[in-house]
């Protein structure tokens, strides 16, 4: 729990009662969750557009948390999807609280049966980066034969960029630094590019679309990396590339796609889909506890994990 923005140690186990599920809702056992991105900035109130929606001088959510896999221990009385004893996995989606043993969920919400190829840890992991590549991929109409390069490829939503893209068909360039070539190569990725030795903007290659999950590229040399009419994804932009992209969207004939994802059920259920037919997998950097939640944070916070960061309950 926390009860303060701050450093992870603001982050402390406490007692909590065991919620109740409502008549829609399923009540959790959580086996796993992750510390993503989204965590760590909702902690520090970083940016601080966060503190307008989530608290402005202190959190309103105590529990951080935003995705699960675990076991469904009660149902409410009209709950139809799920039965006790399931295996499930998700997102929280902006209510967060998976960082807990137990959770109550909606039934409708951004959940789906656990892959039943994959540990609770690894189910875990896969809705953050998976549902956020998968929001912008199909926003972006991402097809067959398509170029699209990938920034911050090994990263979480980056390390699902690739293999969705490939999924979709698209021939797709990585970029990661020098220790991670391998690892975006395994996913799929058809070229890599280490950012450590090569900028891509000087190598005359263009691209249908660029995403940019780490928003570290500079918004104006990508748009010259672009072909016409081509799509450039920032789906780590702030409320200034929010504004400019909508600008040049409009005037420049080149589209920035940038927002905050949707994600549902069907979502996740296609994941799992995609999963189970090994065609996306987990790709899990380092597991900690509950009790290391706040060594995780530290960690994710630096910003060069490996895919993901999984907490095992
Ligand atoms: N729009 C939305 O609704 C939405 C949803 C989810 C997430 N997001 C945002 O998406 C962002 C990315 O999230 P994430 O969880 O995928 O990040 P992440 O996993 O923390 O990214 C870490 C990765 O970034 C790579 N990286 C660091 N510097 C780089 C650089 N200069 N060039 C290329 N790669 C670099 C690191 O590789 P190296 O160690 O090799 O440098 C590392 O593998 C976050 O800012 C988050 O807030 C937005």
Same mark, same amino acid.
């Given at each position: 729990?926390?009860?303060?923005?701050?450093?992870?140690?603001?982050?402390?186990?406490?007692?909590?009662?065991?919620?109740?599920?409502?008549?829609?809702?399923? &009540?959790?056992?959580?086996?796993?969750? #992750? /510390?993503? !991105?989204?965590?760590?900035? =909702?902690? %520090?109130?970083?940016?601080?557009? +966060?503190?307008?929606?989530?608290?402005?001088?202190?959190?309103?959510?105590?529990?951080?948390?935003?995705?699960?896999?675990?076991?469904?221990?009660?149902?409410?009385?009209?709950?139809?999807?799920?039965?006790?004893?399931?295996?499930?996995?998700?997102?929280?989606?902006?209510?967060?609280?998976?960082?807990?043993?137990?959770?109550?969920?909606?039934?409708?919400?951004?959940?789906?049966?656990?892959?039943?190829?994959?540990?609770?840890?690894?189910?875990?992991?896969?809705?953050?980066?998976?549902?956020?590549?998968?929001?912008?991929?199909?926003?972006?109409?991402?097809?067959?034969?398509?170029?699209? &390069?990938?920034?911050?490829?090994?990263? #979480? /939503?980056? !390390?699902?960029?690739?293999? =969705?893209? %490939?999924?979709?068909?698209?021939? +797709?360039?990585?970029?990661?630094?020098?220790?991670?070539?391998?690892?975006?190569?395994?996913?799929?990725?058809?070229?890599?590019?280490?950012?450590?030795?090569?900028?891509?903007?000087?190598?005359?290659?263009?691209?249908?679309?660029?995403?940019?999950?780490?928003?570290?590229?500079?918004?104006?040399?990508?748009?010259?990396?672009?072909?016409?009419?081509?799509?450039?994804?920032?789906?780590?932009?702030?409320?200034?590339?929010?504004?400019?992209?909508?600008?040049?969207?409009?005037?420049?004939?080149?589209?920035?796609?940038?927002?905050?994802?949707?994600?549902?059920?069907?979502?996740?259920?296609? &994941?799992?889909?995609?999963?189970?037919?090994?065609?996306?997998?987990?790709?899990?950097?380092?597991?900690?506890?509950?009790?290391?939640?706040?060594?995780?944070?530290?960690?994710?916070?630096?910003?060069?994990?490996?895919?993901?960061?999984?907490?095992?309950?």
């Amino acid at each position: 729990m926390y009860t303060a923005y701050g450093p992870p140690e603001v982050l402390q186990l406490e007692e909590v009662d065991k919620p109740r599920p409502g008549d829609d809702e399923i &009540l959790v056992k959580v086996r796993a969750t #992750a /510390v993503n !991105s989204g965590d760590w900035r =909702l902690r %520090k109130a970083d940016p601080f557009g +966060v503190r307008l929606f989530f608290g402005l001088m202190k959190p309103k959510i105590h529990i951080l948390g935003g995705v699960l896999s675990g076991d469904v221990e009660k149902t409410g009385k009209h709950v139809t999807r799920f039965k006790v004893g399931d295996e499930v996995f998700g997102s929280t989606d902006m209510s967060f609280g998976a960082y807990a043993e137990y959770i109550c969920l909606a039934e409708n919400g951004a959940l789906a049966l656990k892959p039943n190829n994959m540990t609770h840890g690894e189910a875990a992991v896969i809705p953050f980066g998976g549902a956020t590549a998968l929001y912008f991929i199909k926003k972006a109409n991402i097809s067959v034969g398509q170029k699209v &390069l990938i920034n911050g490829a090994s990263g #979480a /939503v980056g !390390s699902a960029a690739v293999q =969705l893209a %490939k999924y979709f068909g698209a021939n +797709v360039t990585g970029i990661c630094s020098t220790v991670n070539i391998d690892l975006v190569k395994s996913l799929g990725g058809d070229k890599v590019i280490d950012y450590t030795k090569e900028d891509f903007t000087q190598n005359g290659e263009t691209y249908d679309v660029i995403f940019d999950t780490v928003k570290k590229l500079p918004f104006v040399d990508s748009l010259k990396s672009l072909n016409k009419n081509g799509i450039l994804i920032l789906s780590a932009a702030g409320l200034s590339d929010m504004m400019k992209g909508w600008w040049v969207s409009l005037s420049k004939g080149k589209k920035v796609m940038t927002g905050v994802i949707v994600q549902t059920a069907d979502d996740i259920a296609f &994941l799992k889909k995609l999963v189970e037919g090994g065609k996306m997998r987990a790709v899990i950097d380092r597991t900690y506890t509950l009790a290391q939640i706040a060594e995780a944070h530290a960690y994710v916070e630096k910003g060069h994990k490996k895919g993901n960061v999984a907490i095992e309950l």
